[in-house]
């Protein structure tokens, strides 16, 4: 499911682009040195990663056991939020490489002073798709003891829903907006998510899995977060998932 959300956040081109750049030493260098969100996963420990976990709830050998069960989604979570940030990359360096390159050549930006906007996108869409577990980021009510069990059940569900809105409402890219308040120009091409292409993209991807999940049995539904909404539902009235009352 992460990766379609990336796939609607910038499109099949960029996250075809930002899937390359793993291979190549550029996209290598930017999310394993530049990256705020991959350093951060790197020095979350293991728990950190999990949506409404943290590490102060759980100690000695207990922690051990969870470390290793957590190994294989440790390894995902590494995939997702590479691949979410070089697309990321991938589709600021395009979009604004162009942009730079037709403003007066006293105005244009150096290539440093541009490349930590590429890193900035990068960022942005990693945060926005594989979402940030930490402290600083959770909302308040989490912060109290029903509320970090309560924020397990539900931190997924409501990044999630935060992405919708904002696709929904064509939210522009915020390094983008920087970039133009600092040059004075203008981004020809809209990213995705500032149409509806990221939303429509998103529905076609629903509807596909839909009808493989009635036809062929598999679970590709389960896959695309739409069972978001109503496992949200279901804790609002009550039913807690794995929780079953004899």
Same mark, same amino acid.
């Given at each position: 499911?992460?990766?379609?959300? %990336?796939?609607?956040?910038?499109?099949?081109?960029?996250?075809?682009?930002? &899937?390359?750049?793993?291979?190549?030493?550029?996209?290598?260098?930017?999310?394993?040195?530049?990256?705020?969100?991959?350093?951060?996963?790197? @020095?979350?420990?293991?728990?950190?990663?999990?949506?409404?976990?943290?590490? @102060?709830? %759980?100690?000695?050998?207990?922690?051990?056991?969870?470390?290793?069960?957590?190994?294989?989604?440790?390894?995902?979570?590494?995939?997702?939020?590479?691949?979410?940030?070089?697309?990321?990359?991938?589709?600021?360096?395009?979009?604004?490489?162009?942009?730079?390159?037709?403003?007066?050549?006293?105005?244009?930006?150096?290539?440093?002073?541009?490349?930590?906007?590429?890193?900035?996108?990068?960022?942005?869409?990693?945060?926005?798709?594989?979402?940030?577990?930490?402290?600083?980021?959770?909302?308040?009510?989490?912060?109290?003891?029903?509320?970090?069990?309560?924020? %397990?059940?539900?931190?997924?569900?409501?990044?999630?829903?935060?992405?919708? &809105?904002?696709?929904?409402?064509?939210?522009?890219?915020?390094?983008?907006?920087?970039?133009?308040?600092?040059?004075?120009?203008?981004?020809?091409?809209?990213?995705?998510?500032?149409?509806?292409?990221?939303?429509?993209?998103?529905?076609? &991807?629903?509807?596909?899995?839909?009808?493989?999940?009635?036809?062929?049995? %598999?679970?590709?539904?389960?896959?695309?977060?739409?069972?978001?909404?109503?496992?949200?539902?279901?804790?609002?009235?009550?039913?807690?998932?794995?929780?079953?009352?004899?």
């Amino acid at each position: 499911s992460q990766h379609i959300l %990336i796939m609607g956040e910038v499109g099949p081109k960029y996250f075809a682009e930002g &899937i390359a750049l793993r291979f190549t030493e550029e996209g290598r260098k930017a999310v394993n040195e530049k990256s705020y969100t991959w350093r951060g996963r790197k @020095s979350a420990k293991s728990a950190a990663t999990v949506p409404g976990f943290e590490d @102060s709830m %759980i100690r000695g050998k207990t922690k051990k056991v969870v470390d290793a069960a957590l190994y294989a989604f440790n390894k995902a979570d590494e995939q997702n939020v590479k691949n979410g940030f070089l697309s990321g990359y991938a589709e600021a360096k395009d979009l604004l490489t162009k942009a730079n390159n037709e403003l007066p050549e006293g105005d244009r930006l150096s290539q440093e002073e541009l490349y930590d906007y590429l890193v900035w996108r990068g960022d942005e869409v990693a945060n926005d798709t594989q979402y940030l577990y930490t402290k600083l980021n959770a909302m308040s009510v989490s912060r109290s003891g029903l509320g970090k069990v309560f924020s %397990i059940l539900t931190t997924w569900t409501s990044n999630w829903l935060e992405l919708m &809105i904002k696709w929904v409402s064509k939210r522009p890219s915020i390094a983008y907006q920087q970039f133009e308040k600092r040059t004075g120009g203008k981004v020809a091409v809209k990213n995705w998510s500032s149409t509806y292409k990221s939303i429509i993209l998103y529905m076609v &991807i629903l509807g596909l899995t839909y009808a493989l999940k009635e036809r062929e049995r %598999i679970k590709a539904w389960e896959y695309t977060g739409i069972t978001s909404l109503r496992y949200l539902a279901d804790i609002a009235g009550g039913d807690f998932p794995g929780l079953e009352i004899p």
